[in-house]
């Protein structure tokens, strides 16, 4: 009989923009027996991780949990429980994740109305203001850390605007929840989702998701269900807190891996989380620009810590470096979406993969591949 060779995957290091390389103490929760989805242990661990959510978060949130699936299933989940066909979406968009989620709230049948910046910018309160009063949105999205271009966007304020417009503010946090403060309550944040495999160092396959008093007024004012059964908030609200009613079979490996990703991440303390985040990406910019490479986004109070665009110099191959890089030193990093395809490379530096370890490396193996040290 013949048979496929046994598994053997090369080893990578993750410096892309996700995912980012799994924390040891994650691989080894993850490979722990699988539990039913009804299992009084499992359900524990629900509760523990919803309870480590909030935290992270930063908000007193009820319903917080985490969808199966990546964080397009979180962002189709919270955008399918905030709008109704018709319903009015405000989209700040200034990259490929603003895009996506005006193109989603289409699908769903709301208005959107998009504002624009150049790939890079970030907005203003006073944009969103001027743009949230003329199309007077039962919900304003905006992306907190905008993976596509590595621009920071500025949080305060915008639940202001959101209050005194009657909207909700919704916000996608699949690069920051993490890696930097999202800090939600605080922020009158009504609405968020993001990802398990950016900077909470475990696999993709869990959206963390939650929705504040606000929103949940609106959720329950739906004159029809969600869109999605599989993703419909409070169908899942109902398992994860509730009746504790069979929605789905839960995967419980990746509920163990990101409710350790999770520990990791308190046992550090969210404050030393952000600054090691911010301590790398600090050195991998000066390591870049030392090369001579210029990064993206010109303001460092505007750059994502975690995830870092750098212009392609001319005369190289982008794709052809990328290859270089992934067969020569077994590093990934990532391309240019949109606009910025063949332009930039997107370096992450996520959860555990933000080390100086990695810094260093990174910078060597791109110095002799470029010719540049
Ligand atoms: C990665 C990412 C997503 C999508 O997440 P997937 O896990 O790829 O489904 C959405 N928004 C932002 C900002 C991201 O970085």
New binding site residues.
């Given amino acids: 009989m013949t048979t496929t060779p046994e598994l053997d995957p090369p080893t990578r290091l993750l410096l892309g923009?996700?995912?980012s390389p799994v924390h040891p103490r994650v691989t080894r929760a993850l490979s722990a027996p699988a539990l039913g989805h009804l299992d009084p242990a499992l359900l524990a661990m629900l509760d523990e991780t919803r309870g480590l959510l909030r935290a992270v978060f930063g908000t007193a949130n009820e319903l917080t949990l985490a969808v199966s699936?990546?964080?397009?299933?979180?962002?189709e989940s919270v955008l399918g429980a905030a709008l109704e066909p018709g319903d009015r979406i405000l989209v700040c968009s200034a990259?490929?994740?603003g895009d996506?989620l005006a193109e989603l709230a289409a699908r769903l049948g709301a208005e959107v109305t998009k504002v624009e910046k150049e790939w890079g910018d970030v907005f203003e309160p006073e944009d969103v203001e001027a743009a949230a009063e003329a199309s007077r949105p039962k919900v304003i999205a905006i992306?907190?850390?905008?993976?596509?271009t590595g621009a920071l966007q500025p949080l305060e304020g915008l639940g202001d605007v959101a209050r005194r417009r009657d909207s909700l503010l919704l916000v996608?946090?699949?690069?920051?929840l993490g890696g930097s403060a999202v800090d939600l309550d605080a922020r009158g944040i009504d609405l968020a989702?993001a990802?398990?495999?950016?900077c909470l160092g475990a696999p993709?396959g869990l959206?963390p998701v939650t929705a504040g008093p606000r929103a949940r007024a609106a959720i329950a004012a739906r004159r029809r269900p969600s869109p999605s059964w599989y993703a419909d908030l409070e169908l899942l609200e109902q398992y994860w807190g509730g009746a504790r009613a069979y929605h789905h079979t839960i995967s419980s490996p990746l509920v163990y891996a990101l409710r350790e990703g999770l520990r990791l991440a308190l046992e550090e303390g969210l404050e030393a989380r952000y600054a090691r985040h911010r301590a790398n990406a600090e050195a991998l910019w000066q390591g870049l620009e030392a090369m001579g490479l210029q990064l993206h986004v010109a303001d460092p109070a505007r750059r994502v810590p975690s995830?870092t665009t750098v212009r392609v110099p001319d005369g190289v191959d982008e794709a052809a470096l990328r290859v270089r890089l992934r067969d020569g030193y077994g590093i990934e990093i990532g391309a240019g979406l949109g606009p910025l395809k063949g332009r930039v490379w997107r370096i992450g530096l996520m959860g555990h993969g933000s080390s100086t370890s990695n810094v260093v490396l990174l910078r060597a193996a791109l110095g002799e591949v470029l010719g540049r040290q």
């Avoid at 992306?143 to 596509?148: K, P, Q, Y």
């Fill in positions: 923009p996700g995912p699936g990546t964080g397009m299933a979180g962002m990259g490929f994740f996506r992306v907190h850390a905008e993976t596509s996608d946090c699949v690069t920051s989702y990802g398990s495999q950016k993709p959206a995830l």
